[in-house]
């Protein structure tokens, strides 16, 4: 099209120098006003345009001295102007593509009950422990007073099982003493009674001898009685000594027998401090048996202590309180509602913890590092936040994305990927809490 253009300003021109200039012509000729068919010598058209040009302008600028002031300002201003963008081109790095993000926390019930209270409405501000929401406390409270009064119980038991422990031990002491003390005795009894039985063989023996005897001068007394050779009174005293001896015998016989049942009851006696010895000495399993059913009773008291604390603990979960500071929102509960454990109820957004994630393109992070100044610009309310980067993400976003990209298979085509970058806000930038998670920002690092 310039071509054309320049075409069409050569025709022109030279439409204009082959036009026939009208001359004067002297006296005497023919005709006066004639045309001549000459072209007028002179230099080339284009260049005389230029000069003629460059004149008007000079002329121009001559005639108007601010002007050539205003041009020399603008282009000034101009060549300011792309350097101070190349500058911000070259020290600033840029993205749409980011958002602020926050906590968002759920606030979920821990027990199943009726909701008796609700305190808030979506939207409204809370303070850290404030009551959300109440739940009907009636049945907790009575398992409370249940799992209380079965702890006393248990603690009784447990002081009862403690206080056996010492009483068994003194008990099975004095057992084992008592049962050696009637060994002892069950010997020197078997002793005496031995000692008795050689006393009473020894006065059977002494009766038996004189009964002999007796007997021998009995049998002589009946020859010389029968013979009249003594009188019928000796022979009267020698049977009544006869008789003596033998009733004498069987004295005799009867105190051994009665010693020798005195030994059989020593050794009986005897035995019976023995088995007592040895049930006295099982006085370490009995302890242990104590002591177990103490420690069971102590385990007993430590269980029904667990059972009164979960109750007193889901007495507690009744009432909801709010974790943080921040706004309600996203509320689904009603009074009246049934809930169940792990239902959640509503959410609270701390608002005084926020921070902005970017999705810078990895042809952005060649100069980017932690700690570098930022300004945020938000587009709900058109002012900037001062922040620093805090993190750039370990991968990119399209690797944590549920399908991620797998570029071994199928056709390849390369795509600048975004790494998310973590910034957050100097202290004190969001005091007025005015950021909420989700608002579209534009953040601008500081690279050099």
Not at 70 to 79: D, K
Not at 317 to 344: A, F, L
Not at 350 to 374: C, H, S, Y
Request: avoid cysteine.
């Amino acid at each position: 099209m310039a071509r054309n253009s320049q075409l069409a300003q050569d025709q022109e021109l030279r439409t204009e120098v082959e036009q026939p200039v009208r001359t004067a012509e002297p006296d005497g000729a023919p005709e006066r006003g004639r045309v001549s068919q000459e072209p007028a010598p002179g230099p080339r058209p284009t260049r005389d345009r230029d000069l003629s040009r460059r004149q008007r302008a000079g002329n121009y600028f001559r005639e108007h001295p601010r002007a050539r002031l205003v041009v020399l300002v603008v282009a000034a201003l101009l060549i300011a102007g792309g350097v101070y963008l190349w500058i911000q081109h070259i020290t600033w790095v840029s993205t749409d593509d980011a958002q602020v993000q926050g906590h968002i926390m759920p606030i979920s019930a821990r027990i199943n009950g009726n909701i008796q209270q609700v305190n808030v409405q979506e939207g409204q501000r809370v303070k850290a422990g404030e009551v959300l929401v109440t739940i009907d406390r009636t049945d907790y409270a009575v398992a409370l007073a249940r799992a209380q009064a079965d702890l006393q119980d248990a603690e009784a038991q447990g002081r009862a099982a403690k206080t056996n422990v010492p009483i068994t031990s003194i008990s099975t002491s004095s057992q084992v003493s008592s049962a050696q003390a009637d060994i002892d005795n069950a010997r020197a009894g078997i002793d005496a009674a031995q000692k008795q039985v050689e006393a009473a063989q020894a006065k059977l023996n002494e009766a038996q001898a004189n009964a002999a005897k007796n007997n021998g001068d009995l049998e002589r007394y009946k020859q010389l009685v029968a013979k009249e050779e003594i009188s019928r009174q000796q022979y009267d005293q020698a049977v009544a000594a006869a008789q003596v001896g033998q009733a004498g015998v069987e004295s005799a016989r009867a105190n051994l027998a009665a010693a020798q049942q005195q030994v059989i009851q020593a050794r009986s006696r005897l035995q019976q401090a023995q088995a007592g010895l040895a049930n006295a000495q099982t006085a370490p399993q009995q302890m242990s048996v104590i002591q177990a059913r103490a420690a069971s009773a102590t385990a007993t008291v430590a269980k029904q202590q667990a059972i009164v604390k979960q109750a007193q603990l889901n007495l507690d979960y009744t009432v909801i309180k709010s974790p943080v500071d921040g706004i309600v929102g996203r509320k689904s509960v009603e009074v009246g509602q049934n809930v169940q454990p792990g239902q959640e109820l509503l959410t609270v957004v701390p608002l005084n913890d926020v921070w902005v994630i970017a999705n810078f393109k990895e042809t952005q992070l060649k100069d980017m590092r932690p700690g570098q100044p930022v300004k945020i610009s938000v587009d709900a309310y058109g002012r900037d936040y001062k922040g620093h980067v805090d993190a750039i993400g370990g991968a990119t976003g399209a690797m944590y994305s549920l399908l991620p990209p797998e570029n071994a298979t199928g056709n390849y085509v390369k795509v600048v990927q975004r790494v998310p970058v973590r910034i957050v806000l100097q202290q004190g930038e969001n005091q007025d809490e005015l950021l909420r998670p989700g608002l579209s920002v534009v953040p601008k690092v500081k690279v050099r």
